[in-house]
């Protein structure tokens, strides 16, 4: 069964520490894709980042980056120097193959993350 | 600025009352989507379109309908709301093509049913 797990349900840290939101996926497919996305405050769920199951290379972006481990199914993100603005909901995702077309995008429960000034 | 844009964003009414949710994107996108988000955050897909004509339920078991008469309106609808509807309702669109794709989100409608 293809599942999206995050532990953590609701993050506090201070503004300017360094934050990690954990992710971890189950899938039997051996192409899939994971993915963040942000919803702040105002309700709208926010894209970040998509990766692929064959390119286990790390990104960065700005202060975010992107731990992908094939081998421990998980798909971590760090905000570094967090901001006020930071604080969101953000959801890690699973897109597994329906036929050949990977439509369905299955979302962990995700995490709250407040940023105290 | 948003694509994807739902009304109404807020909606309060009584049981047994039929509601439709409007969903509209302008950026020519085959796949649509509906996922209700519960108070715990937690969002689950209850339908999805392939295109003009094309409709699916999702994991969520829902007694909401929708339909896709144009490719840019996915409506949902529910024939008598009850209170146990209350809930966070997102539309998604994204393009029709081989390899995941991104989902662009509307704003999302809150229906309260008392």
């Known amino acids: 069964a293809q599942k999206v797990t995050q532990a953590q349900t609701e993050i506090s840290v201070v503004e300017k520490e360094d934050v990690t939101l954990d992710c971890v996926y189950e899938t039997r497919d051996t192409t899939y894709y994971l993915f963040w996305y942000k919803q702040p405050p105002s309700g709208e769920l926010v894209f970040l980042i998509r990766?692929?199951?064959?390119?286990?290379q790390n990104e960065i972006s700005g202060r975010y980056s992107w731990n992908f481990q094939k081998s421990t199914s998980s798909f971590n993100f760090t905000i570094t120097a967090s901001q006020v603005v930071d604080s969101a909901v953000y959801f890690c995702?699973?897109?597994?193959?329906?036929?050949?077309?990977?439509?369905?995008?299955?979302f962990g429960p995700g995490t709250s993350l407040s940023v105290i000034p | 600025e948003a694509d994807i844009y739902q009304t109404p964003r807020y909606l309060v009414i009584g049981t047994g009352k039929k509601i439709t949710l409007e969903c509209s994107q302008t950026m020519g996108h085959d796949k649509m989507y509906w996922y209700q988000q519960d108070p715990g955050m937690e969002l689950h897909l209850i339908h999805y379109?392939?295109?003009?004509?094309?409709?699916e339920k999702g994991d969520l078991s829902s007694e909401s309908t929708v339909s896709r008469i144009r490719t840019e309106h996915f409506p949902l609808t529910l024939e008598s709301a009850r209170p146990s509807h209350t809930s966070q309702y997102l539309c998604a669109s994204s393009v029709h093509s081989p390899g995941a794709n991104v989902l662009t989100f509307g704003a999302g409608s809150r229906l309260t049913v008392l």
């Open positions: 990766r692929n199951s064959f390119d286990e």
């Open positions: 379109s392939y295109g003009v004509n094309s409709t």
């Open positions: 995702a699973l897109s597994e193959a329906l036929g050949t077309s990977y439509d369905k995008v299955i």
